[in-house]
């Protein structure tokens, strides 16, 4: 078991294969894509969260501690170990997530921004994970359309 009530076979593992600015507006999209890139996940992030998620992906260490580089060696010296990331929830256009823990024997676990959560896992080396039930209402009929557009555009340059 991953998560409460959830499954792990219920879990697809997910990798973060870029981070876009939004054209229309101060936001930017983390593009999440299943080992087998049949399935994408687009989530929109605030422009501090992306470029969180950005230097993450770049393996760029900032010369001072960023918030979840301190949150990770808060868990590394309380040998805390971060093992998980899930993306559980989708309501109104907003997506939930948690932060799987282990300590002392122990399973945890956080509840999280799904940002915080994607720039915590790349961190940590640790994977993430969507539910069936995400991915099933992760947009309109209009996502295929989009994400063919947004990937001649712009994923190939900044595919990870």
Known sequence: MM??????SDLVRLTVHGVLPDSNTD???V???DEEHAEV???WVGSAEGNAIRLALEGVVPPRPMSHDLIRSFADH????ITSAVITDVK?????????LT???LERTIDSRPSDAIALALRANCPLYVTQDVLKQRGGSNLDAWLEKLEAKNLGKHEV
């Not at 998560?3 to 792990?8: L, Q, T, V």
């Open 3 to 8: 998560d409460g009530d959830k499954e792990s």
């Open 27 to 29: 936001t930017q999209i």
């Open 31 to 33: 593009i999440l894509r």
């Open 41 to 43: 996940l687009p989530i």
């Open 78 to 81: 309380l040998n805390i170990k």
């Open 92 to 100: 109104s256009n907003t997506y939930y997530a948690t932060v799987h």
């Open 103 to 105: 300590a002392h024997g």
